[in-house]
């Protein structure tokens, strides 16, 4: 037991206030939270508008993607004559692997050209400017690796059979067959020639049309 003085406790200095009702509780919150929001950093703000641009980007290639790979796909078809060839058009998280920087290549063994997303995209426009140095380029690589895919594995004979076999590319893609001729004398006299050694194909054009089940 404690003696002394007692101390009188007037229960008005307390100022208690009624209780709020649930709305206004909740009002309160919301105003809490806002405000948090508000002082968080803009980086927060920056970096989710940043992951919606991405994830945009990204469908945005992919349904470009598709759509090249069906077009390509349909011309390797067409001028091999195997319809169970595919094009596939590398997307730009491929290329960040293509450390060769290769326009298109193929592996042995398999039924898929593996092409560079810009070679796609001039390929399917080639017949809209068929005198364009780039997307002539883009129609004899598209050619050539389709070449390999049809059984041709020496770069020379392949170089040869696609400069042979482009006015049916060209014929694939909306073109005439004459426009295909004038790119492979184009590419036989101007590219070709600057192409590494194992890839020059001299006087291709000048000879007979060199085997291949390509050429019908």
Known sequence: MVQGDTEHLDFDDFHLEPARPAASRRAVTERLVTKRLEQRSPWNS??????????????TQEMAGVYYDRKMT??????????????????VWDELLNLKGNDGFVMW??????????ICI????WANDPTDGDKRIAIMILTHEVAHLSGHFNESETECVAMWTVPQTAVALGATADDGVAVARWYAAEYNPLLRADYQSPGCLNGPAPPSPMLR
């Not at 920056?46 to 469908?59: G, M």
């Open 46 to 59: 920056i970096l989710r508008w940043c992951i919606v641009v991405l994830i945009c980007a990204t469908a």
């Open 74 to 91: 349909a011309v390797a078809r067409e001028i091999s004559g195997n319809p169970d060839l595919d094009v596939n058009c590398r997307r």
């Open 109 to 118: 063994g398999s039924t898929t050209a593996n092409l560079g997303f810009p």
């Open 122 to 125: 001039d390929a399917a426009d």
